[in-house]
């Protein structure tokens, strides 16, 4: 009775916690950078007064290379965590079978960290030793901070951060599709990207806890400072 009465509590009570962090935080990657880098080498170029063709074309040729770099690089992160999540796991697991004692000591240790009385946690501790797949999974999570990766994280990393760097590098150069002169299409590329940036890092803001207006102003700041210095650097090279 006591069990059920806990999950009807549990089924009224449905805590509204944002869990999509992986998938948001690779977004962020994938548009930041995606907005900001072509961006930058647009501007570069058009300093240097290179046609829009020329920049259009530089533009999606770094998109791609950018795109395929980025989502790579976050397959690889997510492999990399999953292997030392398995390298961690199969250790914890040796260690339970060779050294149990050892290990129960480190669930009672970290149960009085968090103000447990002995009288209190040995029960539990008793309870975790008869369960193996259960004590596992405790020190995984609670002694080496360590949650199970799922296993299709790489793919769907390496996918999210290639298509939101696709979306984000295609803002800045829409302009110079449309207009043939780089000096108009420039004006035009830095007015759109720099409007991205501020719903981009509101939208950010919003969506990690951060202060929206804050970061929608410091997400432009950034771009406008990479894309000034690579307008700069062009003409200063040129001249």
């Avoid at 914890?92 to 129960?104: G, H, K, L, M, Q």
């Avoid at 108009?184 to 991205?196: E, K």
């Amino acid at each position: 009775m006591a069990g059920e009465s806990e999950q009807s509590l549990l089924d009224q009570h449905k805590e509204k916690h944002f869990t999509a962090g992986e998938i948001v935080r690779d977004i962020i990657i994938g548009v930041s950078d995606g907005l900001t880098v072509p961006f930058a080498l647009a501007a570069g170029l058009s300093g240097a007064n290179a046609s829009s063709s020329i920049i259009l074309t530089a533009g999606i040729a770094e998109v791609a290379a950018g795109a395929i770099s980025m989502g790579l690089g976050g397959y690889l992160a997510a492999k990399s965590e999953a292997d030392h999540y398995m390298r961690e796991l199969k250790r914890e697991e040796e260690e339970i079978i060779s050294v149990p004692d050892t290990e129960a000591a480190e669930i009672a240790e970290i149960l009085s960290e968090y103000g447990i009385q002995p009288h209190e946690y040995s029960p539990v501790v008793n309870a975790l030793r008869k369960n193996r797949q259960a004590w596992l999974d405790f020190m995984m999570k609670f002694e080496l901070g360590l949650e199970k990766p799922d296993p299709r994280r790489a793919l769907q990393s390496a996918f999210t951060i290639a298509i939101a760097y696709i979306l984000g590098g295609f803002v800045p150069l829409v302009p110079y599709m449309l207009i043939p002169i780089a000096r108009q299409a420039v004006v035009a590329s830095v007015v759109v990207t720099i409007l991205a940036l501020l719903i981009f890092g509101f939208a950010k803001g919003y969506f990690t806890g951060n202060r929206p207006f804050r970061s929608a102003f410091e997400t432009a700041l950034i771009g406008a400072v990479a894309s000034a210095a690579a307008f700069g650097l062009a003409k200063a090279v040129q001249g």
